[in-house]
């Protein structure tokens, strides 16, 4: 029996799943939680049998080439200065895609990626339909896995600001994990989630020549509601459950906590522990950076970029997407305080397709740098206006990854919100058109009879005309009458009907 | 319809039309009997249209507040009482115990016409469901005060903003972040008060030299943090207490008048007007008057608050702090605070607060075009804008009876030369006051001006030019009147779309004006009589003469200009004003008086001193 059984899990191939919750305190009133789940698969030809590694995620990765995929949805307010470093992949406000994969040209890249993005708008729920990928940007963007140099790897990065996060994603990479009902992802409880200051999540899948690798993230920081109560949290009061089962399938399951390790993998009670330690303290100062706007009309604006080192020498590769309603002025962009040793730019390449602008900048501890890009705002066709289009549309954050001595991490910025000029369908507008085409209608003849050299000539039958003033007038009277008795239209319709009604009956 | 070629080739005018050409020598008196009977109906609030907050989305305004930081609010005003000297110091304390972002900006002027100089304070509360994008502003004078009772008042409504962050600070639903920004107000002057405002904004905007437009007049700090796009602001003052009000009745006030025109957006006032009935059984006070629109028998005139609205809307470009704000498209309100009640206004500054924080969109132009009958009615621009419109038909008639006769169109050169004064006045004027400021040479730089303006280049040109009574010269005059009443009715009906209340004052002066002026008239008399007449409605006298008389009229408390027809400081400092306005606002008062009404001036001398043996014959057009 021993022997079949080994029979039958060579012929697998070999996966494996872990699980990890790191729990920390940020400042006295909030806690970190960062979920990371990861399945690996070894890879085998012709092999289509699945036991940890999610079946669809393979089947994406076979469909359209993928080595090297990265899904990131954010929502909130990451607050560096009290929590320090954001988690990483680092987050943007909306959702952003980073793909690498292998195709035959261009454009069959660019059709793979278009059914990529609507295969992951099926996995993951999301509506990333609308996101303008950018063609290969030259510079980093996020830490990810070398290749060699002999396939032929197309890379795309896009950001839509707008898309929002929400439980249904949630329930998408639950259904992603090998565990869903034990272990730690029990304590994925949506409505607790949410309710929080900061929510990121992430989906990265890798594949190399050997494995298949998947990993989904989950941080969120959370805010205790009654500080006067105590800020000491219990685990199973942050997430509303206790962890009372273990994930049997898994190879590592752990939580950390209080600076310690704990390991949740043969749980045979319910686990809870307290979360004592201190904040951690985030003295070393990082890289910041804010975007601000500029400019007060419909015409023209300005994205003003600022970066703030900190203690250690940097090298920053700043990627800031243009979409294309705003058409930036490429020779008016101007640099304050940063050497710039490398520069990338792309335009966009047609009416509806972003532009990127990638600079490369050396920059010392505890210097300043600032970038101004003037840009002019695009008016629309009406097709291309929102419903809400006076909410205005987003430029998104830009991105910079950071090279320092011996780490790399990306930040960004915060998107800002456009307002662009848009067609006024309002009140005024009408009125505008109304008085003016009844200008238009009392003037053009009055124009006409006064400087035609042919004069109208009143018809000699006056009948007709009779019988046509005497309709109007009655219409008028009705009118009239209906307005002062404050007739409903329903009800004269309503009215109308039953007679007809009556009518047919009489048949 | 069928057409005949008329006898002759000539034309055949229609019977309502030369039944109007011949009511032309009436149509003014008619026209101005008409507007006056409209008006009195559409500007009657009881024939108004009910306020509402038309958006949903700005409903959250009138969810139960919570606010329950009262008792912070005497500790705040107790602090910044003991310091006068340091409110800026003791207000960023504040909030950096609160562990929020407080940074101060100090700014100067560049202009020697303006010496202005100061510390402004900001501080944030960054909306944890935010994402950067969006915010809205909240703004508080600071120190000044002409009385200690002033100047108290204001630590008052400082403080109570102030508690309004210490419990806001604490909430989790703000999706937009909240910016405090609290103005130097130390001069105890509104235009000093007004720029320290703009030096911040221009800063957040980054439309100072370093960035776009090459501004000299504000030398402001950079800003130490940004946020985006500001949907709203709302500035908080002491209430100006009404008169005509009762003593019993709790009273705010709110001021939406803004450079060129501009109005605070309706739903905004709206909600404002409805969560203080609502909340705080309080009525609004517009323009410094309190309306009880339930009984308009017992309270003042009800035409008061829709004439002051407009007058307001015309003359008063920066009616208060948060007219600066429209300089930057951004809609924005003053309101009064009652003093004496204390934690109403932590409840009134939240329901504010949450209804912009749920605003789906930006208040965007639906309403922007209204005038107020009190705080529960307005009217329509579709209402209100035929008053323009039945004012300007004299004008209309009279150049349809020109047109009419006008054999070939011939301009006048003077139409040039008379633009270019008025172009070489107004960049003279503000570039001087810019570099030198109001003496150069020891010479008034104002009395310079009004000296150049009533020169009647017009006459001069005529007297030179037109002296000989040719076929030409007839024509040139001729065309000019058309060109004058076309001109006229055309800038009107422009300005009334954007300023109706500027083109409705200047409608009631240059409609009879110019339809005085260029009406024909045969006799030589009576073209002597009324060129000096028209010399002495020289647009700078009619603007102190309205400004001496209109605010009596109006019923407002202070008295303006020490004689009752024409006073020479007065004159002056209008001019100053409006130089100072459209320098740091960008207000376009200066600009309509030297390239609009100087320009019309100046050509209506050429039409007023002809005469002409040819005028248009009524009984001609009877037998017609």
Avoid at chain 1, 145 to 155: A, E, G, L, N, V
Avoid at chain 1, 386 to 413: C, E, L, R, W
Avoid at chain 2, 529 to 553: E, H, K, V, W
Wanted: one cysteine or more.
């Amino acid at each position: 029996m021993y022997r079949i059984f080994l029979l039958f899990t060579l012929c697998f191939a070999k996966e494996e799943y872990w699980e990890n919750l790191k729990l920390d305190r940020v400042s006295e009133n909030e806690l970190k939680a960062e979920f990371r789940f990861g399945a690996s698969r070894e890879n085998l030809k012709n092999e289509r049998d699945f036991e940890v590694f999610p079946r669809i995620l393979d089947e994406l990765i076979e469909e359209y080439d993928v080595k090297y995929l990265l899904v990131i949805m954010g929502q909130g307010r990451w607050k560096d200065d009290k929590w320090g470093r954001k988690t990483q992949p680092g987050a943007v406000h909306g959702a952003q895609v980073y793909a690498d994969f292998e195709a035959n040209s261009e454009e069959g890249a660019d059709k793979k990626l278009r059914f990529l993005i609507e295969a992951l708008n099926g996995i993951l729920c999301t509506s990333l339909s609308q996101i303008s990928l950018i063609t290969s940007p030259q510079l980093e963007i996020f830490k990810r896995p070398k290749y060699s140099t002999s396939q032929q790897i197309f890379r795309r990065y896009g950001i839509l600001s707008r898309e929002t996060t929400c439980t249904e994603n949630l329930t998408r990479l639950r259904k992603l994990l090998a565990c869903r009902q034990s272990g730690i992802s029990i304590l994925l409880h949506p409505s607790k989630l949410y309710d929080v200051l900061y929510h990121a999540s992430h989906l990265i899948v890798k594949k190399n020549e050997k494995i298949s690798e998947m990993e989904v993230g989950i941080t969120a920081v959370f805010k205790n509601k009654n500080p006067i109560q105590g800020s000491n949290w219990l685990l199973s009061s942050i997430f509303e459950s206790k962890l009372s089962s273990s994930c049997g399938i898994a190879t590592k399951s752990q939580i950390e906590a209080n600076n310690q390790i704990y390991d949740v993998k043969n749980l045979e009670t319910s686990f809870d522990i307290e979360i004592t330690s201190k904040p951690i303290s985030n003295e070393a100062k990082l890289v910041k950076g804010w975007t601000s706007q500029g400019g007060s009309d419909q015409q023209n604006g300005i994205l003003h970029i600022s970066l703030q080192n900190g203690d250690l020498d940097s090298k920053l590769e700043v990627s800031q997407i243009l979409p294309y309603f705003v058409q930036p002025r490429y020779a008016k962009i101007s640099f304050k305080n940063c050497q710039i040793t490398r520069k990338a730019l792309q335009t966009s390449k047609n009416e509806k397709s972003s532009a990127l602008l990638q600079y490369e900048i050396i920059i010392k501890s505890g210097e300043k740098c600032e970038i101004t890009i003037p840009f002019d705002k695009k008016i629309l066709r009406l097709d291309d206006y929102p419903p809400d289009a006076n909410h205005g549309m987003h430029i998104p954050a830009a991105v910079i990854f950071v090279s320092q001595k011996s780490d790399s991490y990306t930040i960004h910025t915060n998107p800002i919100l456009v307002a662009l000029p848009v067609p006024d369908f309002s009140m005024p507008f009408n009125v505008i058109c109304f008085v003016a085409t009844a200008f238009a209608l009392i003037f053009g003849p009055l124009q006409l009879y006064s400087t035609m050299w042919l004069a109208p000539s009143p018809p000699r039958s006056t009948f007709w005309r009779k019988i046509n003033r005497l309709i109007l007038l009655i219409l008028i009277v009705l009118c009239l009458y209906a307005h002062f008795m404050e007739i409903n239209l329903n009800e004269v319709r309503r009215g109308i009907e039953q007679y007809l009604e009556k009518l047919n009956e009489l048949r | 319809m069928n057409f005949v070629l008329v006898e002759g080739g000539g034309v055949e005018t229609p019977p309502i039309l030369r039944k109007i050409l011949r009511l032309r020598k009436i149509a003014l008196i008619l026209a101005g009997i008409a507007a006056w009977y409209y008006a009195s109906v559409v500007l009657n609030p009881e024939n108004m249209e009910n306020t509402r907050i038309s958006e949903h989305s700005l409903m959250p305004g009138l969810v139960t507040a919570k606010f329950d930081k009262t008792s912070m609010i005497a500790q705040i005003f107790s602090d910044l009482s003991e310091n006068p000297k340091n409110i800026q110091k003791t207000i960023c304390g504040y909030f950096h115990k609160w562990d929020l972002s407080c940074h101060s900006q100090k700014f100067r002027s560049n202009v020697p016409g303006i010496q202005i100089s100061g510390e402004n304070v900001y501080a944030w509360i960054r909306g944890s469901r935010n994402d950067g994008g969006e915010a809205q502003l909240i703004g508080v004078k600071i120190g000044g005060g002409r009385k200690k009772s002033e100047a108290e008042l204001r630590n008052l409504i400082i403080a109570q903003v102030m508690a309004f962050a210490y419990y806001a600070k604490d909430q989790v639903y703000w999706s937009r972040d909240i910016l405090f920004v609290f103005i130097d107000a130390t001069s105890n002057s509104d235009d000093s008060t007004n720029f320290a405002f703009d030096a911040f904004l221009q800063e957040y905007h980054l439309t100072h030299s370093n960035y776009s437009t090459p501004t000299t007049v504000i030398h402001a700090e950079q800003l130490k943090e940004q946020c985006g796009l500001l949907i709203a602001g709302i500035v908080y003052e002491p209430v100006k207490w009404p008169r005509k009000s009762k003593k019993d009745t709790r009273i705010m006030s709110a001021a939406m008048n803004g450079i060129n025109g501009q109005q605070a957006n309706l739903d905004l006032f709206n909600s404002a007007a409805k969560i203080a009935h609502q909340k705080l059984s309080a009525g609004m006070a517009l323009f410094g008057i309190y309306q009880d629109p339930h009984s308009y028998s017992t309270q003042a005139w009800p035409y008061l608050i829709p004439l002051r609205a407009i007058y307001g809307q015309g003359f008063v470009a920066v009616e208060g702090l948060h007219s600066v704000l429209g300089k930057y498209s951004v809609p924005a309100l003053t309101i009064g605070l009652d003093h004496t009640m204390g934690p109403e206004n932590g409840i009134f500054i939240e329901s504010m607060c949450r209804m912009l924080n749920n605003a789906l969109e930006r208040l965007h132009q639906s309403y922007f075009m209204y005038i107020l009958g009190d705080d529960m009615h307005f009217a329509s621009i579709a209402y209100y804008l035929p008053i323009l419109g039945i004012i300007s038909a004299p004008l209309l008639i009279s150049a349809y009876a020109e047109w009419r006769e006008i054999q070939q169109i011939r301009l006048s050169p003077f139409i040039y030369i008379a633009h270019i004064i008025g172009a070489l006045q107004f960049t003279g004027a503000t570039y001087a006051y810019a570099n030198f400021g109001a003496k150069i040479f020891d010479t008034n730089l104002a009395q310079l001006f009004i000296l150049s303006s009533i020169i009647p280049f017009g006459l001069i040109y005529n007297f030179v030019v037109l002296a000989r009574k040719s076929a030409e010269n007839q024509a040139e005059i001729r065309f000019t009147r058309l060109f004058l009443q076309l001109l006229t009715c055309l800038m009107l009906g422009c300005l009334g779309l954007v300023n109706f209340g500027l083109a409705l004052f200047g409608a009631i002066f240059a409609v009879p004006l110019v339809f005085v002026m260029t009406f024909e008239s045969t006799s030589r008399a009576r073209s002597y009589i009324r060129t000096i007449f028209l010399f002495f409605a020289n647009p700078i006298f009619l603007l102190t003469f309205s400004a001496i008389n209109l605010q009596q009229y109006l019923e407002y408390p202070q008295k303006v200009g020490e004689n009752a027809i024409f006073d020479l400081n007065l004159a002056e400092n209008l001019i100053y004003r409006a130089i100072r306005e459209h320098l740091l606002f960008g207000s376009a008062h200066f600009a309509l008086f030297c390239l609009f009404a100087q320009p019309v001036w100046n050509l209506l001398f050429l039409t007023a001193i002809s005469t002409t043996n040819n005028e248009i014959d009524d009984e001609k057009m009877k037998k017609e």
